[in-house]
């Protein structure tokens, strides 16, 4: 019998994010392209009486955290239980938080991710992966995607997807930001600039993925979310500027922000960027990660007591 398993969970960005008009059930239609970053999210679960959470951070302010059932890590650990008819699953999970919190890297996504991955390992219920899929997206737009990793196309709000071909390697360097972006309100303000078209798949970014251009990547960036979330932060929209000044190949807001991410071809490219964004912002030194990365899985396991 599994007495523990360790299960590893990436952030993510968006590297195109085409945003719609709102849905009559208040989401928006996307057409998004995914990537896995290598900054993880580390999930311990062990089988006990009754679920319960327990969160730490490294580097990262975890007090934002909710421990209680609202948490998505709590309400995987239940959706799955429901879904197999089982009232005798519970968890004990200790979380490890290395992804910034509400900082539009997906953070409580890939939780949810990594949770689902776990309690199936931890009592064997072998649930196919279509099923999987299904009690993510029921969790939360991005919560697919993190199961998935990789790269991909994401359509509908966003869970529903389509892997891409993605060459080469892809380095980053992320800025967070100690104040976080609350998504709902990031989407409320889009609403108010206007009435929005159909997003497109962007064929020209899709191709350079394909052949693993990084430069012309960074040229392609782009983010229908970083208008509003500059309009309720604007020193954002600088520190994009900077990051494209201090010689990114490109940069834009993550998600519904705030984080800001800058992409680079290699690790001393991204070394050289965090330097000089530290020198031109008298920021901290950012998080510098390599993608894509792997979906949420397991990667230890304790058997017996
Ligand atoms: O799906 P998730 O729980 O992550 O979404 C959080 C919020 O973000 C939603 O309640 C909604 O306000 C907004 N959202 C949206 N359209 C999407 C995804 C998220 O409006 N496609």
């Excluded at 900054?39 to 679920?51: N, Q």
């Excluded at 380095?171 to 303000?189: I, M, N, R």
């Excluded at 500027?241 to 922000?257: I, K, N, P, R, T």
Aim: proline share 7%.
């Amino acid at each position: 019998m599994t007495s523990e398993v360790r299960v590893s969970a990436p952030a993510k960005i968006n590297l195109h994010l085409g945003v719609g008009q709102v849905r009559p059930d208040g989401f928006h239609p996307l057409v998004t392209v995914f990537q896995a970053l290598g900054l993880y999210d580390e999930l311990t679960l062990r089988p006990a009486r009754t679920s319960s959470l327990t969160v730490s951070g490294e580097d990262v302010d975890v007090t934002a955290v909710p421990t209680g059932s609202s948490n998505l890590v709590l309400r995987a650990v239940e959706a799955l239980a429901a879904h197999h008819g089982r009232t005798d699953l519970a968890v004990s999970c200790h979380l490890r938080k290395r992804i910034p919190v509400a900082g539009g890297l997906a953070g409580g996504s890939t939780d949810a991710a990594a949770a689902l991955v776990g309690v199936d390992s931890l009592f064997e219920l072998h649930t196919p992966r279509q099923e999987l899929h299904d009690l993510a997206a029921g969790l939360g737009s991005d919560v697919p995607f993190c199961l998935h990793g990789g790269t991909a196309l994401g359509t509908g709000r966003g869970e529903e997807l389509a892997p891409l071909m993605s060459r080469g390697d892809y380095w980053w360097v992320l800025l967070p930001d100690d104040e976080g972006l609350s998504t709902p309100a990031v989407y409320s303000a889009y609403d108010l600039l206007g009435h929005h078209a159909e997003p497109e798949p962007p064929t020209e970014l899709l191709a350079a993925l394909r052949v693993g251009d990084v430069a012309r990547v960074g040229e392609l960036l782009h983010n229908d979310l970083a208008p509003p979330a500059c309009s309720l932060r604007p020193d954002l929209a600088e520190v994009v500027a900077a990051g494209e000044e201090c010689g990114a190949f490109g940069g834009l807001v993550s998600g519904s922000g705030p984080t800001v991410a800058f992409l680079c071809g290699d690790a001393e490219h991204a070394a050289y960027v965090d330097g000089r964004l530290q020198e031109t912002l008298g920021t901290a030194p950012g998080i510098v990660v390599k993608a894509p990365a792997h979906g949420a899985r397991v990667v230890g396991a304790r058997v017996g007591g």
